[in-house]
C-alpha cells in the first residue's frame, strides 16, 4: 500500500464517513497548454485523445474500496460540449466512481467565472459537506486547493496530485 492510500485509510479510520473529490485535468488524465483563444475549441475536438494518468488512476480506484468513502469527480469545463466530452471519458477510465457523483462544472453554462474559478470546488465541497464528516480534494492546482483549505479548513484535507504517486 502506497504512503498516500495510508494517509487515506488514516482520515477515514478517524471519520464515520469521507468524500474524496477529484479532479480532472492535469489530475486524471493529461492535460496540454493551449493559447487562451484556442482552449475551448481545441480541447473540444481533442479531449478524448488524451491519455489517462495510469497511476493515479489506479490508487484512486485502490482508494475506493476503503468502506467509509466516497468517491466524486468535481472538474471545471469551458463548454457544453467538453463537458459531454469529459462524461465519455469517465466512463471508459473510472468506472469505480459513480455518476452520480461526478460534478462537472460549466463555465458556458454560468456555474463559474474567471474570477471565481479559484473559489468555485471549494464551495461546491462545502454545499455537500453536511453529508460528510471529512472531505478530501486532489487537484493539480495550488490555487484551488489553497483555497478549499482556506474556506473549509479543518472539514478538508487537500493534496497535490503529485502526493497520490507516493
Excluded at 33 to 57: F, T
Excluded at 60 to 87: A, C, R, Y
Amino acid at each position: 500500500m502506497s504512503k498516500f492510500v495510508n494517509k487515506i485509510q488514516e482520515i477515514c479510520n478517524e471519520n464515520k464517513k469521507v468524500a474524496m473529490y477529484i479532479d480532472m485535468d492535469g489530475t486524471i488524465i493529461e492535460y496540454h497548454l493551449y493559447k487562451p483563444d484556442e482552449i475551448a475549441e481545441k480541447m473540444g475536438k481533442e479531449y478524448l485523445d488524451n491519455e489517462p494518468l495510469v497511476n493515479v488512476i489506479d490508487v484512486l480506484e485502490e482508494i475506493s474500496k476503503i468502506d467509509n468513502i466516497e468517491m466524486h469527480i468535481l472538474s471545471l469545463s469551458k463548454t457544453n460540449e467538453i463537458t459531454e466530452k469529459k462524461k465519455i471519458w469517465l466512463k471508459k477510465y473510472t468506472p469505480f466512481i459513480k455518476e452520480k457523483n461526478w460534478i462537472i462544472l460549466t463555465k458556458e453554462t454560468g456555474d463559474y467565472t474567471n474570477e471565481n474559478r479559484n473559489e468555485i470546488k471549494g464551495k461546491n465541497i462545502e454545499l455537500r459537506q453536511k453529508d460528510y464528516d471529512k472531505s478530501i480534494m486532489l487537484d493539480d492546482e495550488q490555487a484551488v486547493l489553497r483555497a478549499a483549505k482556506k474556506m473549509l479548513d479543518n472539514k478538508v484535507e487537500v493534496f497535490h496530485v503529485s502526493s497520490a504517486l507516493v
